[in-house]
């Protein structure tokens, strides 16, 4: 069984421009959480997307916006990138929209602002 | 605002050596506790708490749950230099509030010298 794929791996762009990042989560999970990490600030939830509508809602500017599609496939929207946004942007699938649920990362994209 | 700390921040023990990491929370409503360890980019799942299992072992690794305390602890005996990694503590807030987010510690970074 596949785990959680994220793509691109590596990306590096420059202040300013927009960036979208995809997620696919484990054959059968409806439920995909994405998730920015620095150094600074540790782990901190984006939001959360089930059934293709966002449930929850981090505490991260508009800038950041996110989708799900039908066969469950996650992208996130990051526009007019600050160099603070470079981070490691990681993305979780859950078998369902249910506090308590193991969650599964995938590898996560490192994303270089410059 | 829910909160995770996590000690200590850092800690450098001999292969053999046992380790206790902590773990404490403030988070309303608490349902469950996830501990992870992340030794490049994924955390991977190691362990989930809840009021109905508050003690969970696998091999080496076992973690307690004390809901008086409102904190958790993650043993490692018999240290192996495989086990140097950020282990990652995440706690779940009630489903009608928050789904499947999580909200984690800044993370124990686990060194395990030969």
């Known amino acids: 069984k596949a785990g959680v794929t994220q793509t691109p791996r590596y990306l590096i762009k420059t202040r300013g421009q927009q960036v979208t990042l995809s997620c696919s989560p484990i054959?059968?999970?409806?439920?995909v959480s994405w998730y920015q990490q620095t150094p600074g600030q540790g782990l901190q939830f984006l939001f959360e997307?089930?059934?293709?509508?966002?449930?929850n809602k981090g505490n991260f500017p508009g800038r950041f916006s996110g989708r799900q599609f039908s066969n469950s496939r996650s992208e996130m929207n990051v526009s007019t990138l600050e160099l603070g946004d470079s981070a490691l942007y990681l993305c979780?699938?859950?078998?369902?929209?249910?506090?308590?649920?193991?969650?599964?990362f995938g590898q996560g994209t490192r994303l270089t602002v410059v | 605002e829910d909160k995770v700390v996590q000690s200590p921040l850092s800690l450098v023990v001999h292969e053999g050596d046992t380790v206790t990491l902590n773990c404490s929370y403030e988070v309303t409503n608490f349902r469950s506790l996830l501990w992870y360890k992340q030794e490049k980019k994924a955390p991977t799942f190691l362990f989930m708490l809840t009021s109905s299992g508050i003690e969970k072992k696998s091999g080496r690794l076992s973690s307690i749950l004390d809901k008086k305390e409102l904190s958790s602890i993650l043993n490692i005996t018999a240290t192996q230099t495989g086990d140097s990694a950020i282990y990652l503590c995440a706690v779940a807030p009630p489903q009608e509030t928050s789904g499947s987010r999580l909200t984690f510690g800044e993370g124990t970074q686990l060194t395990v010298n030969p």
């Open positions: 979780a699938s859950s078998l369902l929209y249910r506090v308590g649920t193991e969650a599964f």
């Open positions: 997307y089930f059934s293709e509508t966002q449930r």
């Open positions: 054959s059968g999970h409806r439920s």
